[in-house]
């Protein structure tokens, strides 16, 4: 009868690139970089870039920290707000119960590699099915509020932001911006691991 580790290569492999995925998806939750609008000319935002993210947008104003150093002003971004969109909002949600999913997804994997290099069968199968599972349920989490945000970008979609986050309903133009390209990077990953997992 074979030893039990010698059949868990690919689980073994795929736990650490999905971690690269998970990360990935942390980052993007945590960037401001999820819609990069370009702006013409506004009085208030002399870069003429701000930066939407899911949970605050941020420009440079015209205040200097210090010789040629600008000060970044932010707002926040409440699912509460009524002015946030909802893809924004699922965003928000979504992307946490993804990284959630991720957690949980590779606790089963560290539990079912330990129990393949230890030689115990009873639930080793089960969790590694488990933790492909979990990690393919938080790829498709994270992948909904992604598409939807890049879609709403390409459609140059208006946000109706109060007067105090000194922005314009709608940009000149608007680019999608590094977190959702991290996103996406992250849940290729996290989709790619998962099947070997469940093996």
Not at 49 to 65: K, L, N, T
Not at 112 to 128: V, Y
Request: net charge neutral; aromatic share 12%; hydrophobic share 50%.
């Amino acid at each position: 009868m074979p030893y039990l580790a010698h059949s868990v290569h690919a689980q073994l492999g795929a736990l650490p690139l999905g971690l690269v995925g998970w990360t990935l998806l942390a980052v993007s939750v945590g960037l401001v970089q999820w819609r990069v609008w370009i702006l013409s000319f506004f009085s208030t935002e002399p870069s003429g870039v701000a930066w939407i993210g899911i949970w605050r947008a941020c420009f440079y104003s015209q205040e200097q920290a210090s010789p040629g150093l600008l000060i970044m002003h932010c707002s926040s971004i409440n699912l509460q707000d009524s002015f946030t969109p909802p893809e924004i909002a699922t965003a928000q949600i979504s992307m946490f119960l993804s990284l959630g999913f991720g957690i949980l997804g590779f606790v089963c994997g560290i539990y079912a590699l330990r129990n393949a290099f230890f030689g115990i069968k009873s639930l080793t199968q089960c969790a590694f099915c488990l933790g492909g599972t979990l990690t393919l349920l938080a790829a498709i989490l994270a992948l909904i509020p992604l598409l939807w945000n890049l879609a709403a970008v390409l459609r140059n979609q208006p946000i109706q932001f109060p007067d105090e986050f000194k922005l314009p309903e709608t940009p000149k133009a608007q680019q999608v911006g590094g977190a959702v390209w991290a996103g996406l990077l992250g849940v290729a990953l996290l989709a790619i691991t998962s099947p070997p997992v469940c093996s």
